[in-house]
């Protein structure tokens, strides 16, 4: 498994250089990208696809050559293989034969972005990619935020602006840090609160790759019940079951999830009757 740079290619490191150029075969999630950075390092080497789709079939063809005798090199996109990125299944079956797997460390947008936050984080929660649909986003962020660490995320370039809009809205003092195209030519990394990261993003079409960082602290002030209610049909208005936005809204608000539920129940009668 070979990190490789996440946008400059000086951050290949110089072991990930001589692994590759001694393997016998490189299995990347993207063959075209990884062919500009064999060629850009001078490195000729057969390459197969590796990706989402492939994985499973591949892990099985990749393992062979391994038992084989062959050195195979794993690469994703950017950055390290298996962490938001195909990779694990690989890795897994290779493990499950007893075959031999190292590690080649290298970049990552991850750790890159709590790196560059300066905010505290002896301890913190990766989510990966928050879900796409705006109810069951805000039910996440709720439970996120209610646990009280600080968390990181990927944000595609088309939702980012939304998820901060409700992180405004669920969490306004909490301090978060948007960190966009790390180590590119268009580095940008925004801090503050989020109505103040918001202002700084702009109203503009926003592209690249954003890796967002909130703050650890307490939960938010707890709403009354009433604004838990509300909450709650707003989370049941846009998909999410409700017993399901009970518990994101009991997690985020420290209100007992039972009181909430039975409350909920109550006003829903009250409106059909």
């Not at 948007?178 to 990394?189: F, I, S």
């Not at 938010?220 to 009970?246: D, F, H, M, N, Q």
Request: net charge neutral; aromatic share 4%.
């Amino acid at each position: 498994m070979v990190g490789t740079p996440i946008g400059n290619l000086e951050d290949i490191t110089l072991r990930a250089i001589r692994v590759l150029g001694e393997c016998d075969l490189v299995a990347a999630e993207d063959t075209r990208r990884a062919r500009k950075l064999l060629a850009h390092l001078g490195i000729r080497v057969p390459l197969v696809s590796c990706h989402g789709h492939n994985e499973r079939a591949r892990a099985e063809e990749v393992a062979e050559l391994v038992a084989s005798g062959k050195r195979v090199a794993l690469l994703s996109d950017a950055g390290m293989p298996g962490l938001s990125d195909p990779g694990h299944l690989v890795v897994e079956e290779c493990a499950r034969r007893g075959l031999q797997v190292e590690v080649v460390p290298g970049p990552s947008s991850l750790t890159a972005a709590l790196a560059v936050s300066g905010l505290p984080l002896s301890r913190f929660l990766f989510e990966g990619f928050l879900p796409r649909s705006p109810g069951a986003r805000r039910s996440r962020l709720m439970e996120l935020l209610g646990g009280g660490v600080a968390f990181v995320f990927f944000e595609a370039p088309h939702r980012v602006r939304e998820t901060l809009v409700d992180l405004r809205e669920l969490a306004p003092n909490r301090k978060i840090v948007v960190a966009r195209e790390l180590t590119k030519a268009h580095e940008q990394v925004l801090r503050g609160k989020p109505e103040e990261v918001l202002a700084s993003l702009g109203e503009g079409a926003t592209k690249g790759e954003f890796v967002v960082v909130v703050s650890g602290g307490e939960p938010e002030e707890p709403p009354s019940l009433e604004e838990a209610l509300t909450e709650v049909e707003g989370l049941v208005a846009s998909g999410i079951p409700p017993r399901e936005a009970v518990k994101a809204v009991s997690q985020a608000r420290t209100l007992p999830q039972r009181e909430i539920y039975r409350a909920w129940l109550r006003r829903r009668e009250r409106d059909l009757g």
